[in-house]
């Protein structure tokens, strides 16, 4: 299949996308980690939030506001969910855009259990009159109701039983900083490091009843992007490969053979990443291009190579944004095996073309 294919019909779910999809939503459940001693990686969260909940425990009060901030599929969901189980709490879910009135929040926030926990996920894209009755409602535990219209309006005040705010975005620099500062705490999730995937891969292995070599699951791990949501997925994946066409037994050779099924390389690639790597070394010579042609060359839209494949290989130190264009660096010619042209700038020393040094062939 050419990417040409499925231009203008919507993307299916990559395999190696971070979001969730219907089946990572129907399992994941599942596989999440129920308090802070199962919660793999994320060391220095885990200790922080550790000392918040534990203090709060021991004061016998409700624990400060928690903002959530990372990728997706690093942990932000399974984490609220921890600190409500370590507080002994119930939980109540809900999300930015789920909030349209302020009186949706109004709702929410009134019918609290004291000691509570609130789920907001997607905070960032919550409505700007919520958000302003969030603030007063974290900072005093009250909520002005709105009774009426026009001049005739009134406030009414409504005092709010204690509870915990635990806020989730993917996007914390476009939270307004008078919402940031009303969070106690603001966790920072990393993308996690091979050897704490190859743990998640291993304990999700366990609960769902597969067997796995340590090999196996380094070779899911290593081509997992840092994520744990994509890790358990291609598990998934490489267990119904085991079962299909071997014992049902995870060995490195199984892993690597099912992943090379589904076009996701060792270091996590999939067929997209690749063709625009490929572009990029094999047609302009690594570069300096626009993106605009690079988009092109792949038969993608812009914004796809943008937003769906720039991020992660310029995180894997394989593709650089400069100014001139996109650039290729040493790093993606080893990674698919090319020697680069003794010109090549790799943009150390500007183009080689004339101009500004970009090959712009439609323009960008
Ligand atoms: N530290 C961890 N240890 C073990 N499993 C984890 C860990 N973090 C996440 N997971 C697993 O990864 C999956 C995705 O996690 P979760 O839903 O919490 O991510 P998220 O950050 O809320 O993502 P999104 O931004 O898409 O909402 C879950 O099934 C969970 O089991
Ligand atoms: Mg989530």
């Known amino acids: 299949m050419n990417w040409d294919d499925t231009a203008g019909t919507p993307a299916p779910e990559r395999l190696v996308g971070a979001s969730a999809d219907r089946e990572d939503q129907a399992v994941e459940a599942a596989l999440r ?9 994320q060391e220095k969260v885990r200790e922080q939030l550790d000392l918040v909940l534990r203090a709060a425990r021991a004061r016998g009060a409700t624990a400060d506001h928690v903002l959530l901030s990372g990728a997706p599929g690093l942990g932000k969901t399974t984490l609220s969910m921890i600190i409500a189980a370590e507080m002994g709490a119930p939980i109540r ?38 958000e302003e009755m969030l603030y007063m409602a974290m900072e005093d535990f009250r909520v002005d109701v709105i009774v009426g219209k026009g001049p005739g309006a009134t406030a009414i005040p409504l005092e709010l039983p204690p509870f915990t705010l635990v806020g989730a975005t993917t ?81 490195r050779e199984i892993a690597a053979a099912a992943l090379a099924v589904y076009e996701v390389d060792a270091r996590g690639l ?53 100014p001139r264009g996109r650039i290729a660096t040493p790093a993606a010619w ?20 004339g101009g500004n040094g970009q090959q712009d062939l439609f323009g960008t």
Do not use: C, W
């Not at 302020?102 to 919550?126: C, K, N, P, T, Y």
């Open 33 to 41: 980690p129920k308090d802070l001693g199962e919660f793999i990686g």
């Open 93 to 130: 879910i809900t999300s930015g855009p789920a909030i349209q009135h302020a009186g949706d929040l109004a709702a929410i926030l009134s019918s609290l259990q004291e000691g509570e926990v609130l789920f907001l996920d997607e905070i960032h894209r919550m409505s700007r009159p919520a």
């Open 171 to 251: 996007r914390a620099g476009l939270l307004p900083p008078p919402l940031r500062d009303r969070f106690g705490f603001t966790a920072h999730m990393e993308f996690y490091e091979p050897h704490e995937l190859e743990r998640v891969v291993h304990r999700s292995a366990r609960l769902l009843d597969v067997e796995i070599e340590p090999d196996g699951a380094a070779e899911i791990a290593g081509r997992s992007r840092g994520t744990p949501r994509i890790a358990n997925r291609l598990l998934r994946r490489v267990r119904d490969y085991a079962q299909v066409k071997a014992d049902g037994v995870i060995t």
């Open 270 to 322: 999939d067929r997209l990443d690749r063709a625009v790597l490929q572009a990029l070394l094999k047609l302009f010579g690594g570069g300096p291009v626009g993106l605009s042609t690079l988009a092109v060359a792949v038969g993608e839209e812009r914004e796809t190579v943008e937003e769906v494949a720039e991020p992660f290989l310029v995180r894997e130190g394989l593709l650089a944004r400069t």
């Open 334 to 353: 080893a990674h698919l095996g090319l020697t680069p042209p003794p010109s090549a700038s790799g943009g150390a020393t500007g183009g080689t073309t």
